[in-house]
């Protein structure tokens, strides 16, 4: 079987989301297949960074889309078709959204989750016309690959409700292959190793952790109200740490802070190493992910995998990730207190037992989730559409 991939993710610069399954999907695959033949599409030649299976049934293109404003759409709707016929795979697999619809093979599109089709941005500078395009590409392209695919995998099954419900696919068109995680996050107890990675961003001892990205739908905000609202001495004895995939929110966030008066207890971190992100995980009190909707919610499992107790939003995918190894909160509104997330946060932090019980629940529940299942079954998923 001869399976192309649309590989672009792999040289992209922005960590998480598409990246990060792109990466760790193919690298299982590279580990676990040894039958099939892959073509790696990939949009730009790839760096010393890229992770490239050295497997010999791996083989890469680079196929760019260079054209101002319709480079990506021509690249991904002509180019990508006519060079997949060309090496005459037998299955093409879109695994970020949107996918070519001129193919002559087989089709399979991972749709993560149905954010795209119903969630609007809030926009914090004027949009330019190729954020519309691009905007516009992304909203009706996904329905179209939906309708034209073999089959759709997602991964979860709250995706996959929404999926079925949305765009009206049948449920037997839709399979879920749950991500999963890189090895790299663990425990690490090594005393020297956490108290260097707090000394190279100026950390305290003792710290909360959240997330952040160019998405207001992490949330983020919600957490520095929430923070806000601690009683004075639980803010004097935790920083709270943003680390930032994108810097897009980072003016509108510090002006709260600012409003706040939590300039010297919140530090916001960018551009941080997969190795400091594990280091910056071991070393929190606490993860708080109080996201609006989630398609899977990966960071959740790689906070777990490290040890570190987890406080989330009660929505979406979350609930069926962390199973009982997380505190689970019901109002993340934004634009209130965030009353209930403020009294949850404080009661991990002030309860030694519950914080260790979430942390061997979150070791446990993190082990469920392995890249190599998720390769298994999405090989399996190939094979039922050619069987078709």
Same mark, same amino acid.
């Given at each position: 079987?001869?399976i192309?991939?649309?590989?672009?993710?792999?040289?992209?610069?922005?960590?998480?989301?598409?990246?990060t399954y792109?990466?760790?999907?193919i690298?299982?695959l590279?580990?676990i297949?040894?039958?099939?033949?892959?073509?790696?599409?990939?949009?730009?030649?790839?760096?010393?960074?890229?992770?490239?299976?050295?497997?010999?049934?791996?083989?890469?293109?680079?196929?760019?889309?260079?054209?101002?404003?319709?480079?990506?759409?021509?690249?991904?709707q002509?180019?990508?078709?006519?060079?997949?016929?060309k090496?005459?795979?037998?299955?093409?697999?879109?695994?970020?959204?949107?996918?070519?619809?001129?193919?002559?093979?087989?089709?399979?599109?991972?749709?993560?989750?149905?954010?795209?089709?119903?969630?609007?941005?809030?926009?914090?500078?004027?949009?330019?016309?190729?954020?519309k395009?691009?905007?516009?590409?992304?909203?009706?392209?996904?329905?179209?690959?939906?309708?034209?695919?073999?089959?759709?995998?997602?991964?979860?099954?709250?995706?996959?409700?929404?999926?079925?419900?949305?765009?009206?696919?049948?449920?037997?068109?839709? %399979? =879920?292959?749950?991500?999963? +995680?890189?090895? !790299?996050?663990?425990?690490?107890?090594?005393?020297? /190793?956490?108290r260097?990675?707090?000394?190279?961003?100026?950390?305290?001892?003792?710290?909360?952790?959240?997330?952040?990205?160019?998405?207001?739908?992490?949330n983020?905000?919600?957490?520095?109200?929430?923070?806000?609202?601690l009683?004075?001495?639980l803010?004097?004895?935790?920083?709270?740490?943003?680390?930032?995939?994108?810097?897009?929110?980072?003016k509108?966030?510090?002006r709260?802070?600012?409003?706040?008066?939590?300039?010297?207890?919140?530090?916001?971190?960018?551009?941080?190493?997969?190795?400091?992100?594990?280091?910056?995980?071991?070393?929190?009190?606490?993860f708080a992910?109080p996201?609006?909707?989630?398609?899977?919610?990966?960071?959740?499992?790689?906070?777990?995998?490290?040890?570190?107790?987890?406080?989330?939003?009660?929505?979406?995918?979350?609930?069926? %990730? =962390?199973g009982?190894?997380? +505190?689970?909160? !019901?109002?993340?509104?934004?634009?209130?207190?965030? /009353?209930?997330?403020?009294?949850?946060?404080?009661?991990?932090?002030?309860?030694?037992?519950?914080?260790?019980?979430?942390?061997?629940?979150?070791?446990?529940?993190?082990?469920?989730?392995?890249?190599?299942?998720?390769?298994?079954?999405?090989i399996?998923?190939?094979r039922?559409?050619?069987?078709?």
């Open positions: 079987m001869k192309g991939i649309d590989a672009r993710f792999l040289t992209h610069p922005q960590r998480g989301g598409f990246k792109s990466e760790n999907l690298s299982a590279a580990e297949d040894e039958d099939n033949s892959y073509f790696l599409y990939l949009d730009r030649p790839p760096s010393h960074h890229t992770k490239l299976p050295k497997q010999h049934n791996f083989e890469y293109r680079v196929i760019p889309g260079k054209l101002p404003i319709i480079g990506m759409p021509t690249r991904e002509v180019n990508l078709p006519y060079i997949a016929t090496d005459r795979v037998d299955l093409f697999h879109s695994p970020c959204l949107s996918a070519p619809l001129g193919l002559k093979c087989a089709l399979s599109v991972t749709i993560h989750d149905m954010i795209w089709f119903s969630y609007q941005y809030t926009e914090t500078s004027p949009v330019s016309l190729k954020r395009l691009m905007n516009w590409y992304y909203y009706i392209i996904p329905q179209l690959a939906a309708r034209k695919s073999s089959l759709i995998l997602t991964v979860s099954k709250a995706s996959k409700d929404r999926i079925t419900r949305e765009l009206g696919v049948p449920d037997e068109k839709v %399979i =879920v292959t749950y991500e999963g +995680i890189n090895q !790299n996050f663990r425990q690490i107890s090594n005393v020297d /190793e956490l260097r990675i707090r000394m190279k961003y100026n950390l305290s001892s003792d710290y909360i952790m959240g997330i952040g990205s160019a998405d207001p739908r992490k983020i905000s919600g957490l520095v109200q929430a923070y806000a609202h009683p004075v001495n803010k004097t004895a935790y920083q709270l740490v943003i680390i930032w995939t994108n810097t897009y929110l980072t509108v966030l510090k709260q802070v600012e409003d706040l008066g939590l300039n010297e207890r919140v530090r916001f971190l960018s551009q941080v190493s997969d190795e400091d992100l594990v280091l910056l995980y071991n070393g929190a009190s606490l992910y996201t609006l909707r989630e398609g899977f919610g990966l960071p959740l499992l790689e906070a777990m995998a490290c040890g570190t107790p987890v406080i989330a939003a009660n929505n979406s995918s979350i609930p069926e %990730i =962390v009982d190894a997380a +505190i689970l909160v !019901n109002d993340v509104n934004p634009k209130g207190n965030c /009353e209930e997330l403020s009294q949850k946060i404080g009661q991990i932090l002030s309860n030694t037992a519950l914080q260790e019980t979430l942390t061997r629940r979150g070791l446990k529940q993190a082990t469920l989730f392995t890249w190599y299942r998720c390769a298994r079954e999405t399996d998923a190939y039922s559409i050619l069987a078709k």
